[in-house]
């Protein structure tokens, strides 16, 4: 068996940091940022109409106008 050259550590290393950066961003997200939000048993099944902006918040007004081709 060979032994491990220095592009074959490179490539492992440059691949575990970026799991660490991968599973730190999701953990984060769900423990820090409070996305692991528990969904009632009952709701599970309902379709959820999308939110309206709320009267602070105006949209930028890119998408406004006429459709472009």
């Known amino acids: ?3 491990m050259v220095e592009p074959d ?13 991968i ?3 999701f953990f984060y ?3 820090v940022q ?4 528990k969904v009632p048993a009952d709701s ?3 379709e959820v109409a ?3 902006q709320s009267e602070g918040q105006q949209s930028s007004g ?6 472009r081709k």
């Open 9 to 21: 550590r490179t490539i492992m290393i440059v691949s575990i940091i970026g799991l660490v950066v």
């Open 44 to 46: 599970l099944g309902e």
């Open 62 to 67: 890119k998408n406004k106008g006429k459709k």
């Open 34 to 37: 409070g996305g692991g939000e």
């Open 1 to 3: 068996m060979q032994e």
């Open 50 to 52: 999308p939110q309206d």
């Open 23 to 25: 599973w730190g961003s």
């Open 29 to 31: 997200h769900k423990f």
